[in-house]
Nanobody, 113 residues
């Protein structure tokens, strides 16, 4: 079955950076889109960024210019580089494969001084 495993979360100060990884198995990774979502306490899950099988990217307005999504089709991994982090970026971050409706377990990102 499709499995997604996130890693890289943690505690960072405002203005800092983190890089998240999502390793995907169970599908022919190079042919599928992967999205990153996040869910803050008391809020709905929201789309942060996505990357198509061809490498086309899209971002939520709130993270444009600060976050970069990329993929490595050899390592079956999607990355989310997060720079200039803000307290509003605090959330559990999930990766998602929409065709199969598969989700990872999430990784916590906390931005706090």
């Amino acid at each position: 079955q499709v499995q997604l495993v996130e890693s890289g979360g943690g505690l960072v100060q405002p203005g800092g950076s983190l890089s998240l990884s999502c390793v995907v198995s169970g599908i022919n990774f190079r042919f599928y889109r992967i999205d990153w979502y996040r869910q803050a306490p008391g809020k709905q899950r929201e789309l942060v960024a996505g990357i198509s099988f061809g490498g086309t990217t899209n971002y939520a307005d709130s993270v444009k210019g600060r976050f970069t999504i990329s993929r490595d089709n050899v390592k079956n991994t999607v990355y989310l580089q997060m720079n200039r982090l803000e307290s509003d970026d605090t959330a559990v971050y999930y990766c998602n494969q929409p065709t199969f409706g598969a989700w990872g377990q999430g990784t916590q990102v906390t931005v706090s001084s």
